[in-house]
């Protein structure tokens, strides 16, 4: 076999494969012994019709399609390797000569990771949030944890902001009772903002016993971003009464003995949280310092597939989970289409550079993944899913996923590495030292994250593997 490649533009080729007939010699057997199986012929045992009769009474032609058919993956292959080429996708051949007994001409055109050339890095600086808690912030904590052990008791008057009450609900759409639209002894805290929009004015100045109808989109079931009529009745109305802040409170709330000590700790906490934020956005930062460095020419059919792929999981797997469709979802991020396939396609253009500049680093730079950074990887992204790290990563192996989170791990090591020869800086001008040792699993999300499609891909596929396998049990034990 011969095999020639043309470089049609950075990030296509077309490679012209000649084959000589013999090469078809061990296809050419496999498609005789196919047909055999699968006709009959008058005289000859199943299995054991000659060549020669096989060509007479069915045409040498649709032997030939059947070897060809069999031989082009091998030959595509070959070709491939021995141009040292990194293919992406799926290649469009073309049979442009085949001569029974002397030759298989054909040619492949494929998109291909383009050539980068990865410049110094080590001069990147960006700037991130300084890390400040104030008093303020200690204090909003500690009133969330003071509203956490809130008490309430029922009082004999109308309903107040910040009450909680007991309601019962009835929705109607077009006048009809919803099957899923009626709930009773549900707990609601008027002003919270956890239930239908509308609802707080329609409780407030409400007694026990008494209801009121107010008009509300509802927001998931069966009738989800459709007008509703609803009826709310109050049941029972009940004060909340929070605890006075006191070294009393410390040691109700915490393993603390004085509210000194308590705020202390939540001062720490917030310091802790406001760290791990700064060094995201020092990552998220350098990563697009680092995408500025590079040019890199992004396939067009690559691209297109990665749109397509974003859009289907934000439907289906994202919104799906909501009770949203993509025209509620625009409604309610003031988005038009226009404006939300712009979006989506940098984000798909981002994704797709993100990848080819890390996995150029991990060459360059010559990383490696080991079991633990593998394990650890695969523990984060079941906590994601709402799976079982056992659960996830069966069902990450039966999807073939492994070489996937492999990537992403091996695309955070390469940009951490980065991350490293960054010099970082607080508003303050302060530097800041990011070696922590969590910085290779952050920037691991956060390349995760820039190839969204990717990432959402495999856990949906790990889902749905998982769903089967419980799908598959249920029906043996039944």
Do not use: C, W
């Not at 032609?61 to 070959?78: C, H, I, R």
């Not at 029922?154 to 099957?179: F, Q, S, W, Y």
């Not at 016993?209 to 459709?226: D, N, V």
């Amino acid at each position: 076999m011969k095999s020639a490649v043309e470089t049609l533009n950075p990030t296509r080729v077309r490679l012209t494969v000649e084959v000589p007939f013999e090469e078809l010699k061990d296809s050419l057997d496999a498609a005789y012994k196919k047909i055999n199986q699968q006709v009959t012929v008058k005289g000859f045992r199943k299995g054991k019709i000659p060549a020669r009769v096989i060509d007479q009474r069915f045409g040498r032609g649709a032997v030939l399609e059947e070897a060809v058919n069999d031989a082009l993956p091998k030959f595509y292959t070959e070709a491939v390797n021995d141009a040292e080429i990194d293919v992406l996708g799926q290649p469009e051949v073309d049979i442009t000569e085949l001569k029974d007994g002397e030759t298989l001409n054909f040619t492949a055109e494929v998109d291909v990771r383009p050539a980068l050339e990865i410049p110094d890095y080590s001069g990147i600086e960006v700037e991130v949030d300084a890390v400040e808690v104030t008093e303020e912030d200690i204090e909003k904590s500690v009133e969330e944890l003071r509203e956490r052990f809130a008490s309430t008791s029922p009082v004999e008057r109308a309903a107040e902001d910040g009450d909680v009450v007991t309601i019962d609900l009835e929705a109607k759409v077009d006048g009809e009772v919803l099957e899923d639209g009626v709930a009773s002894g549900v707990s609601y805290t008027i002003g919270s903002g956890e239930l239908l929009e509308g609802i707080d004015d329609a409780v407030k100045g409400l007694s026990a016993g008494e209801e009121a109808t107010f008009t509300s989109e509802l927001k998931g079931g069966s009738a989800a971003g459709k007008e509703s009529e609803v009826t709310v009745k109050v049941t029972q109305v009940a004060a909340r009464e929070l605890p006075e802040l006191d070294d009393d409170f410390a040691q109700l709330a915490s393993e603390f003995d004085t509210l000194e000590e308590l705020k202390a700790d939540s001062r720490k906490r917030l310091e802790n949280m406001k760290q791990y934020d700064q060094a995201t956005q020092a990552q998220e930062r350098v990563l697009e310092k680092l995408l500025e460095l590079v040019e890199v020419p992004v396939p067009e059919k690559l691209l297109e597939d990665e749109v397509n792929t974003r859009k289907h999981n934000l439907e289906h797997h994202q919104l799906g989970q909501m009770g949203l469709d993509l025209e509620k979802y625009l409604e309610i991020q003031g988005k038009t289409v226009e404006e939300f396939e712009n979006e989506t396609r940098e984000a798909a253009v981002k994704g797709i550079k993100t990848q080819f500049v890390l996995d150029q680093l991990v060459k360059v730079e010559k990383l490696n993944v080991n079991q633990e950074e593998l394990t650890e990887h695969l523990m984060r992204r079941a906590q994601s899913s709402g799976m079982s790290p056992d659960q996830f990563a069966q069902a990450v192996v039966e999807g073939g996923q492994v070489p996937l989170l492999v990537g992403e791990v091996a695309r955070g090591k390469a940009l951490a590495v980065v991350v490293e020869k960054a010099t970082v800086k607080d508003t303050n001008g302060e530097i800041i030292d990011l070696d922590d040792e969590d910085e290779t699993e952050t920037a691991a999300e956060i390349a995760a994250e820039a190839t969204e499609a990717d990432a959402t891909d495999a856990e949906a596929d790990a889902a749905e593997a998982d769903a089967e396998a419980d799908e598959k049990t249920e029906k043996t034990e039944g």
